[in-house]
T-cell receptor
Framework: GQQLNQSPQSMFIQEGEDVSMNCTSS?????WLWYKQDPGEGPVLLIALYKAGELTSNGRLTAQFGITRKDSFLNISASIPSDVGIYFCAACKEETSGSRLTFGEGTQLTVNP | DAMVIQNPRYQVTQFGKPVTLSCSQT?????MYWYQQKSSQAPKLLFH???????NEADTPDNFQSRRPNTSFCFLDIRSPGLGDAAMYLCATRYISDTQYFGPGTRLTVL
């Protein structure tokens, strides 16, 4: 089945450092999404990408939809302690109904003050 | 203001005792999803409603049922919870784009 390979699985960084994570697939997708999930909470949408090559920023976050439509990356600049959490990529192929999301396995980010 | 609301946030039930989880949305989105998420794993889709049309995933156990009485509300019924059903249950909604918006989740404990 469709799979998203998300890396790294975990990151331990110092406050102020930049972070980069990515997702790759052997399949082509029409939409790439990045979510952040805090413990005990639902995933919160960070950035949505709808067009190949699209580069979008949201504050300190920047994400890109790969030109081949098979990958995406998320960068976080100048990390702060509240960036701690699990980051999931998700991608979608439009289907006849439902627009099911395929998820990456998540990147656990730890930020040391 | 909360747009996808899940109640309760924490639910404790006994082995085999039916339980219902609730999701409501103020977005007027026509598609609603139920996911199961176990610790640190990605969410796993159980089923979704496209308007009133119910779509079950092939590997969703029969123990899980859902109801959508109107656009705003969707319920997850677990008929006979087992210990393996302890998880976070997430509701999500979608409208035109592929973007799904998640609620805060309900943490289910089975004793």
């Amino acid at each position: 089945g469709q799979q998203l390979n998300q890396s790294p699985q975990s990151m331990f960084i110092q406050e102020g450092e930049d972070v980069s994570m990515n997702c790759t697939s052997s399949s082509i997708f029409n939409t790439w999404l990045w979510y952040k999930q805090d413990p005990g909470e639902g995933p919160v949408l960070l950035i949505a990408l709808y067009k190949a090559g699209e580069l979008t920023s949201n504050g300190r976050l920047t994400a890109q939809f790969g030109i081949t439509r098979k990958d995406s990356f998320l960068n976080i600049s100048a990390s702060i302690p509240s960036d701690v959490g699990i980051y999931f990529c998700a991608a979608c192929k439009e289907e006849t109904s439902g627009s099911r999301l395929t998820f990456g396995e998540g990147t656990q980010l730890t930020v040391n003050p | 203001d909360a747009m996808v609301i899940q109640n309760p946030r924490y639910q404790v039930t006994q082995f085999g005792k039916p339980v219902t989880l609730s999701c409501s949305q103020t977005l007027n989105h026509n598609v609603m999803y139920w996911y199961q998420q176990k610790s640190s794993q990605a969410p796993k889709l159980l089923f979704h409603y496209y308007d009133k049309d119910f779509n079950n995933e092939a590997d969703t156990p029969d123990n899980f049922q859902s109801r959508r009485p109107n656009t705003s509300f969707c319920f997850l019924d677990i008929r006979s919870p087992g210990l393996g059903d302890a998880a976070m249950y997430l509701c999500a909604t979608r409208y035109i784009s592929d973007t799904q918006y998640f609620g805060p989740g309900t943490r289910l404990t089975v004793l």
